[in-house]
């Protein structure tokens, strides 16, 4: 894809430059070639640029964009209100492709350990219908801890 594009690119601009002969850039015929193959490859560089960034940023742990929080809150709070547990604080980051989400949660009674279990499948699960690859955390707390989170960069 990357060929055609760049193929398809210099044809349509070296079918084009000899049309600049009787205009204020007609200077710049000559030396058009070396201009089409700078912005071509600048046109190319963008998108494996803006990889690295992503990469970089799920590195460095950045958090991840508000909405995907926001819907990852509250798919996790209707479930977690059925089961009559407040949803204390949330975190939720970008992990490959998919996401890794912290939840704190204050449940009204005891719970074990299957208890817990249980409902970390049961919010995945849920998850699912809307995202790739989540994978829960839950801890059990009484107070909002906040878990340190970089603020989510637009893309």
Excluded: Y
Excluded at 10 to 27: D, K
Excluded at 136 to 145: I, K, P, T
């Amino acid at each position: 894809l990357v060929g055609t594009a760049l193929s398809a690119g210099m044809g349509m601009a070296f079918a084009i430059t000899p049309l600049l002969q009787g205009t204020p850039l007609a200077g710049m015929v000559p030396v058009s070639d070396a201009w089409i193959v700078l912005l071509l490859c600048g046109l190319l560089v963008v998108k494996p640029l803006r990889s690295l960034r992503d990469a970089v940023r799920e590195l460095a742990g950045v958090a991840a964009h508000s909405t995907v929080r926001q819907a990852v809150h509250t798919m996790a709070r209707q479930v977690l209100e059925s089961q009559h547990i407040r949803l204390v604080d949330d975190a939720v980051f970008r992990s490959g492709r998919g996401g890794l989400g912290v939840l704190s949660i204050e449940p009204k009674t005891a719970l074990s350990a299957l208890d817990v279990d249980l409902l970390r499948d049961r919010l995945e699960r849920t998850c699912r219908r809307r995202f790739e690859n989540p994978a829960l955390e839950l801890v059990l707390s009484l107070h909002a801890h906040r878990i340190f989170v970089l603020p989510s960069l637009r893309t």
